[in-house]
């Protein structure tokens, strides 16, 4: 499960600032695609904190764990606005559970990309 791959934050946010570099020139705008069409009740953190203006590409994972387990919610993004890039990794495990750490994912990513949309 991707909420529980071993990658630190850094990691995350490098792959997606050059993810359009990684992925072969053929496969670039369909890869962007499905990073973009993310179904609604998946849509929560980076996503709810995306400014206005931007497009974002986005991948998320998150462990349900056990009952008394602490959740496990990650997300990396790309944000693309003409020829400006932004990548953010936000990785959260020990809240009480998901609800929790989605509201977490939101206000980290609402702090990382506030001065985005005041161009």
């Not at 990073?35 to 904190?49: N, S």
């Not at 994972?61 to 056990?66: I, M, N, S, T």
């Not at 959740?71 to 959260?92: C, E, M, P, W, Y």
């Amino acid at each position: 499960a991707w909420g529980v791959s071993q990658l630190t934050a850094a990691d995350g946010a490098r792959l997606m600032l050059r993810f359009e570099r990684l992925v072969p020139r053929r496969h670039r705008v369909r890869a962007l695609a499905l990073l973009a069409r993310i179904v609604p009740e998946q849509r929560w953190g980076i996503a709810d904190a995306a400014p206005r203006g931007w497009r974002l590409h986005f991948k998320g994972g998150w462990d349900v764990p056990a009952a008394g387990a602490p959740a496990v919610n990650h997300q990396i993004a790309l944000l693309r606005r003409g020829r400006q890039r932004v990548a953010i990794a936000i990785l959260t495990s020990g809240d009480a559970d998901q609800a929790h750490s989605s509201e977490t994912l939101r206000g980290v990513a609402a702090r990382l990309l506030s001065g985005l949309g005041k161009r």
